[in-house]
């Protein structure tokens, strides 16, 4: 499995990190097979997964299933878990028991934190504490009711020089690595060439040591809405709607189940108990 001085070698060795959300073990494992570098269980599994309009209501519990499933799927991929809302910067023991609970039960090897400020501190605590952290700036979604709305981050001066300085902070703070959504191409390559530690973007242009997709949003299992910076490399929804109107069609012509689906006894006993019967 990678580590998280594979990733700072292949920032050296310019060899760009692709990561990519999965929250179950049949995505995590599609994940391992096409040779994904790490696995984000991200609370995006909210919106995504559970149907809310925010990863605000995703809970430690969630987090927990939605991490175990992952590492039975992909055992063999370095997997970072969110840290949902406000299981941060409140209490440190707080953060130490979910953080324990997402390592020890989840079966993760690192995790994931949005926000400057006070939050980076937090990095150096759990650093510290031996838990590999990647921090999180530019557009933080448990963040999107003080941001006031899924808003590009960085586009002005002072926005700018304050992520700057904050991508430099969370480096010396410890963070791994760093994901910075939604940002101008621009201020992401150049806090790209600033730190050493990998800066992998989502929505910050190709000039990052690495990108970050949601599942969703790269396979087309949508509900239409596809942001601007993802590509969908597949239509699965739409896959998924013919195939079960197929089904539907099938079931109400009587087409299936056919023979090869069927179970049967042998035909002395089914003819004792029930007569000439048919299967069709
Ligand atoms: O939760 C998530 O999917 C994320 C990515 C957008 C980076 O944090």
């Not at 899924?150 to 791994?176: H, I, N």
């Not at 739409?238 to 099938?250: K, N, P, Q, R």
């Amino acid at each position: 499995m990678k580590s998280t001085a594979t990733f700072r070698k292949m920032k050296e060795e310019q060899e760009p990190i692709a990561m990519m959300t999965a929250y179950d073990a049949p995505s995590a494992k599609a994940a391992e097979r096409a040779g994904m570098d790490i696995i984000l269980v991200g609370d995006s599994a909210g919106m995504v997964v559970h149907g809310y309009d925010s990863t605000i209501p995703v809970t430690l519990e969630d987090m927990l299933l939605h991490s175990k499933a992952v590492r039975r799927g992909a055992p063999d991929t370095f997997t970072v878990a969110d840290l949902p809302f406000l299981t941060y910067g409140g209490e440190i023991g707080e953060t130490l028991s979910a953080v324990r609970q997402l390592m020890q039960a989840g079966g993760v090897q690192a995790v994931k934190l949005e926000g400057g400020g006070r939050m980076l501190s937090i990095i150096g605590l759990l650093t510290e504490a031996g838990v590999p952290v990647m921090a999180h700036l530019g557009l933080t979604p448990q963040s999107v009711g003080v941001i006031g709305g899924y808003k590009v981050q960085g586009k002005t001066k002072e926005e700018a020089e304050r992520l700057v300085r904050e991508s430099q902070e969370a480096e010396k703070q410890g963070a791994f690595a760093l994901v910075l959504e939604c940002v101008p191409w621009q201020l992401a390559a150049h806090i790209s060439s600033l730190l050493t530690i990998p800066v992998i973007g989502i929505g910050a242009g190709g000039k990052t040591d690495g990108q970050v997709l949601v599942f969703h949003d790269a396979v087309g299992y949508t509900d239409g809405f596809v942001p601007k910076f993802a590509k969908q490399y597949a239509n699965i929804q739409e896959t998924i709607v013919h195939a079960l109107e197929t089904y539907v069609g099938e079931v109400k012509e009587s087409v299936f189940p056919e023979e090869r689906h069927i179970f049967k006894m042998d035909e002395e006993t089914a003819d004792s108990l029930y007569g000439g019967m048919k299967p069709e």
